[in-house]
């Protein structure tokens, strides 16, 4: 195994954050026993895309001490355009927007989709150019994870990303590990072209399922060589 990682999504910081405190979830994943390396948020980190609500929700993840990396989902932006990521960039700056982080011999390809507040997107040409730059300086035998707030796999049951064509045409002929995301709150898997795609439900029970279920919690990730391993946790 080449390392673990804690994937989770739509945190929706603000939402009645009083009924399970990110503080508890915080303590929950300091307190976990199996090791692992860096958190993956993705998407929907706070409520209403307030400053407050992101800064509060980066102060109780720098608790952990560890990386931790933020994707931006509709929650998170107040408007289309570049001026909706503002908040978003003053808390977690502008290099997490799209963005690559090379770890222990894997590349973590974060990809924004997002389309201001709006809950369905399609892919926007700016993310298909960068990952088409990103890839032209990566190996082809370089591993990678894809992650993003809106669920890429044509055949999630609710708010699959359109016009995903030029974005796959790119990743095809990548080894690519799996896709996570978020957004549709399920724990949800997929497959396309044998490369799994997860979703997963919401971190706090602040907000509904899709599914109706009542979980929430985050996933545990063992990256081997060839495959991922998904070991759920609740809350």
Excluded at 86 to 106: P, Q, S, T, W
Aim: glycine fraction near 8%; charge should be neutral; proline fraction near 6%.
């Amino acid at each position: 195994m080449k390392f673990r990682f804690v994937f989770c999504n739509d945190i929706h910081f603000g939402c009645d954050d009083d009924h399970v405190p990110m503080a508890y979830v915080i303590e929950k994943l300091q307190s976990e026993v199996t090791p692992w390396d860096f958190i993956v948020c993705a998407g929907d980190l706070s409520c209403n895309g307030s400053i407050n609500e992101m800064a509060s929700l980066k102060k109780q993840l720098k608790k952990l001490k560890k990386p931790f990396y933020p994707i931006a989902g509709n929650h998170d932006i107040t408007g289309p355009g570049a001026g909706g990521m503002a908040n978003y960039e003053a808390v977690f700056g502008n290099n997490r927007d799209n963005y690559l982080i090379l770890h222990k011999g894997v590349g973590l390809l974060f990809l924004n989709v997002a389309n201001g507040t709006e809950a369905h997107v399609e892919v926007p040409e700016r993310t298909v150019e960068f990952c088409r730059r990103m890839l032209e300086k990566l190996s082809p035998r370089l591993p990678l994870i894809v992650f993003s707030h809106f669920p890429l796999h044509p055949d999630t049951p609710r708010f699959a990303v359109k016009k995903t064509e030029a974005l796959f045409s790119l990743l095809d002929s990548r080894m690519v590990l799996a896709f996570f995301s978020g957004h549709f709150h399920s724990r949800w898997q997929g497959g396309r072209k044998g490369v799994p795609f997860y979703c997963n439900v919401r971190l706090l029970p602040n907000i509904q399922n899709h599914d109706g279920s009542d979980d929430a919690g985050y996933c545990l990730v063992e990256v081997f060589d060839e495959s991922c391993v998904i070991i759920y946790r609740d809350v």
